[in-house]
C-alpha cells in the first residue's frame, strides 16, 4: 500500500520560502504522476500543481504560478514543492498525492500546514 509523508511546513513571513517534501513507500513512485493540493477551513480541496512521472509535464495554478515549484527525485521517492514569494492567501494545510492507476489521484499524505503571516 502506497504511504506518503510530507513535511517542511511552519510559520513564514510574507514574501518569505519554504520548501515542501513528500516521501513515498510502499510502491513505485517513478509510475505516479505527484499532484500538491491545499486546502483551508470550510473549503475544498484545491489542486495547486501537478508532475507527471517522468518529469517533463507540469500543471500549476494561476495563482501559484512564477512562485511555486514542483519538482520530484525518483530516486529517493520524493517530491519537493518549493514556494516563494509566500502570501497569507497561500496559508492551508498542504497535500502530496500520486496517481496509482493513471486515473485519479488515489493515495494522500497526511497534510503538513504552512501559516503566511506575519
Known amino acids: 500500500q502506497v504511504q506518503l509523508v510530507e513535511s517542511g511546513g511552519g510559520l513564514v513571513q510574507p514574501g518569505g520560502s519554504l520548501r515542501l517534501s513528500c516521501v513515498c513507500s510502499?510502491?513505485?513512485?517513478?509510475?505516479?504522476?505527484v499532484g500538491w493540493f491545499r486546502q483551508t477551513p470550510g473549503n475544498k480541496r484545491e489542486l495547486v500543481v501537478t508532475?507527471?512521472?517522468?518529469?517533463?509535464?507540469?500543471y500549476y495554478v494561476a495563482s501559484v504560478k512564477g512562485r511555486f515549484t514542483i519538482s520530484r527525485d525518483n530516486a529517493k521517492n520524493t517530491a519537493y514543492l518549493q514556494m516563494n514569494s509566500l502570501e497569507p492567501d497561500d496559508t492551508a494545510v498542504y497535500y502530496c498525492?500520486?496517481?496509482?492507476?493513471?486515473?485519479?489521484?488515489?493515495?494522500w499524505g497526511q497534510g503538513t500546514q504552512v501559516t503566511v503571516s506575519s
Open positions: 510502499g510502491g513505485t513512485f517513478s509510475w505516479y504522476d
Open positions: 498525492a500520486v496517481d496509482t492507476y493513471g486515473l485519479r489521484y488515489d493515495s
Open positions: 508532475l507527471n512521472r517522468n518529469g517533463d509535464s507540469t
